[in-house]
């Protein structure tokens, strides 16, 4: 081949292709997202599934018509890749289970058209979607967003059946005094305002128990804490995420956490209880591990990890909302693109400073 061929052809680049594409990752993390979201279903009942249907299906359709709007011609494809259904589902593992029909549509439409689609679509975005969403709907409507139930299996008498649970997601009804009630850090967020210290507060016959098999008030994926952490162990498995961010958050929620337990525990959750509490599993698993979000490298993935479970521990422990996964990964999303100025991979040929690296002669 002389030199004017390879002047006339495009050469590829010497990278081979893993196989892996946008579709099928999608598709493993909503594989892993399967066991919690039924078991949330269990025990939540039919309006925690009418909840989560509907935010799916109302971030597919804002996708759509986004496309649509900006004359995009991948609209089938780009709704088939599952980038949409996935931030529908992990916007509707953060809300309150029997939370209102419009909160899944405005989460749905702030989370594609401002979260996703104003940045220019997948792999485009800043902040990740569905945290964006959470974020915004908390902020605006308080009070459906803190409105919790006492889990009430499928198979328990009390538990609304089909219509019924269809009646109560339609007319957006308030849970009964009987079975509504606060979240554990909800509980204790609350008391100690109060003054009432968390060894008198979590001693009291009201108080949220911390159940490991997520028998207790939360979100869908509050109450299976354990199962995500199943799923998050499958996408580690399967090459989908590495254990850089997900170890990074727990570290850096656990570690501080524990430290506070142990000087004042009147006044600081135990680890056990901000493990298992709000969406500590679900964000170091699944949503700080966005590969659009999130560093590049090991390393800054390990500082990005670590500074979103300092940041949420902080929050729960003096910030007005009790719970603070959210805000935390909307603040390092925010400084992502200063930790991968300041983290750069080795460049290969050279070492970490940029120096061509010595070949020894033969």
Partial sequence: MNLATLQGEAIASPHAHGGNTVGRTMVRVQLALVPATLYGFWLFGWPSFFLWLLTVVSCL???????????????????????????????????????????????GFIAIVIGKQVFGGVGQNVFNPAMVARVALLVSFPVPLTQWV????????????????????????????????????????????????????????????LSWFGTRAGSLGESASLLILAGGLYLLATGVITWHTPVAVLAGLAIPAAIGHAVDPAH??????????????LGAFFIATDYVTSPNTGPGQIVFGLCIGLITWI??????????????????????????RLVKPRILGRDRKGKPLEIPAK
């Fill in 61 to 107: 359709v804002f996708e759509a018509m986004a496309l649509r709007m900006t004359g995009s011609t991948r609209v089938r494809k780009t709704l088939f890749d599952g980038s949409a259904l996935l931030t529908g589902w992990l916007l509707a593992m953060t809300l309150p289970p029997w939370a209102p029909w419009w909160v899944a549509v405005v989460g």
């Fill in 268 to 281: 600081y959750l135990g680890v056990a209880e901000h493990l298992l509490s709000g969406a500590a599993m």
């Fill in 150 to 209: 006492l889990p009430m299996s499928l198979a328990s008498v009390p538990a609304p059946d089909f219509l019924q649970g269809l009646h109560i997601f339609v007319t957006s009804a308030p849970p009964l005094d009987g079975i509504a009630s606060a979240s554990l850090l909800g509980h204790t967020k609350t008391e100690m305002s109060r003054g009432i210290d968390l060894l008198q507060s979590l001693a009291a016959a009201n108080a949220p128990a």
């Fill in 315 to 340: 929050i729960r422990t003096w910030g007005g909302y009790p719970e603070g996964m959210a805000f935390a990964v909307l603040m390092m999303n925010a400084l992502t693109p200063v930790i991968d």
